[in-house]
Every structure is written in C-alpha cells, then in structure tokens.
C-alpha cells in the first residue's frame, strides 16, 4: 500500500503550504542522492509526496478520497518529480550542491592562452644575449581592455539579470530538476556589451608583434627551458595573461 504522503514529510494534515515547502526542502536536502550518505529511494518518495501536497487539487482530491484521487500524482506509474517552480525555487536545493549536474560554468577564458617559443642555437651562440620576435595578443589601448566603445558602458544582462546564470527544467530517469547554468545571453558575465569596440571587436585584445631578449648560458644542455609569468597572450576583457615558455635547443 503506498504509503501516506502527509507521514512521508512529517506534517499533519492541517499543516499550512509555508510548512510542507519547509519539510520538503529539509528532508530533500538530508536525502538527496548527490550528497555524502543520500539516499535515491527516498529522496523520490519525498518528491512525490511533495508534487501531491504542493498541488492544491491534487491535495484536495487526496484527502478526500486518498491516493485514488491523486489522478496520477502521488505513487502513480513512473512518479514524476514536481514541477511547480513557481511555487517552489528547486534552486534552493540544488543550488546548495553546486547545482544539479554541476553549476554554472563560466564561457570566458580566466586567463589568456600560454605560449611557447622554440629556438634552435649553435655553438656561436652560447653565453650571448639573444633577441627574438614573436605574435601575441596585448591588451587593446582603444579600449584599455575592456572591449567597450568609448563613450559607452557595460549593461546588465536582461535574461539573467546581472546573475550570470539561469536555471533551466532539465527532465532525468528520475524525474525533472532545475539545472543551474551559464546564461546564454551574456556567456556568464552577469553583463553585455551593446556597443562593441571597433579595434579589438569587444575581445579586449589585438593582435602585435613582440620581442623578448634571452640570455643563453655558455655551458647549454641539450635542452633548456626558461619560463616568464604573465608573458604569454593578454586575456580577454582585462583577464590576466598566460605565460611564456621559450626552449632553447641546440641544433
């Protein structure tokens, strides 16, 4: 016999709508089965006892005439999950867990790419200070690195609203969750850029020309790695820029 949904959640049958939402969020946290000693059988009890409770007429046709009169909600074939996110924030669980499936991922970069420069040297070479030219990106002057139009600024994403993530309905073998996500509108910034500038494209970034000057030792191996922080690509928008590695090798 399917059990009481009213026991399931630990509430009496006077008990208001703000106090089954209480119970459900507390006991869907305790059982919920991405969390250390979860539990998946009775984390779908608990969803379904809460999609017949949290329904108004399912509710209603429930305790009048019990799991009969659920109409398919409450221990009904394949138990579907709730989905009333208007009444309920499925958020606020599994925003606690990073989100069900993982939380929002950030689209931009935040840092620029690494880069290596390989060099081959002769014996006329060693113990010589070396000057080499290589293509990166530096940070755009138009915009000092914001990708913004003079004149212009930054506005807050309409479909997020500054958030930088959305939730969305995903439907699972165990039922429907609100899937934390990057907001596809502004790629996680919270933020876009209508007027983008003209030099860098709203990247923050263009390309140039650059040197390094190397200093090769005079007892050379046959390979010798140097490495210079913050040499490599600008990052985009302002990030921090990548490294450069450059290998010295003789022929």
Known sequence: MPKDPYDILGVSRTASAADIKKA???LAHQYHPDKKGGDEARFKEVNEA???LSNAKKKESYDRFGHAGAQGGFGAAGGQYSQD??????????DMFGGFGGGARQARPEKGEDLHL???LTKKDL?????YEFDAFQACDDCTASGVAKGSKRETCSQCQGQGRVRQAVRTPLGTFA???????????GSVIKDRCRTCGG???TKARRTIEVHVPKDLPGQYLIAYPKQGNAGPQGTSPGDLTVTLQMK
């Open 127 to 131: 113990g010589k200070r070396k000057v």
């Open 118 to 120: 390989a060099v081959q």
């Open 179 to 189: 899937q934390v996500v990057a907001c596809d509108q502004c790629q996680g910034e």
């Open 50 to 52: 809460y999609q017949t």
């Open 203 to 205: 990247t923050g970034r």
């Open 85 to 94: 996110f208007g009444d309920f924030d499925m958020g606020n669980i599994f």
């Open 24 to 26: 459900y969020r507390t």
